[in-house]
């Protein structure tokens, strides 16, 4: 199997790009190619590792049996800006 990593992903669209490890031209990939049962979703997020194979969709090539790779680089999200780590590891207040 091939890999690389997620470059961009469209929620709206459900598709997007994954630029491979290998270099050359980035592969097409659409959320009807994502192994849901590996990955437990059917969509991707952009910075994550990914292994693939190459198939053919109606439109020419795609990546198929999307899963994570064994050296998945973790997203970064709006959620984990969410709380600074001075917020969460400030002590409560106590009761006087």
């Known amino acids: 199997m091939?890999?690389?990593t997620v470059h961009v992903w469209s929620k709206s669209r459900g598709s997007g790009w994954i630029k491979p490890d290998s270099g050359g031209?980035?592969?097409y990939v659409h959320r009807s190619g994502i192994d849901v049962?590996?990955?437990g979703a059917?969509?991707?997020e952009t910075g994550q590792r990914v292994e693939y194979q190459i198939?053919?969709?109606p439109r020419g090539a795609a990546a198929i049996n999307v899963r994570f790779?064994?050296?998945e680089a973790t997203p970064r999200t709006s959620a984990d800006d969410s709380v600074p780590a001075s917020a969460a590891a400030a002590p409560a207040a106590?009761?006087?």
């Open 2 to 4: 091939a890999t690389g």
């Open 25 to 27: 031209n980035r592969v």
């Open 37 to 39: 049962e590996s990955i």
């Open 42 to 44: 059917t969509r991707l």
């Open 55 to 57: 198939g053919q969709r």
């Open 69 to 71: 790779s064994n050296t």
């Open 94 to 96: 106590s009761e006087a």
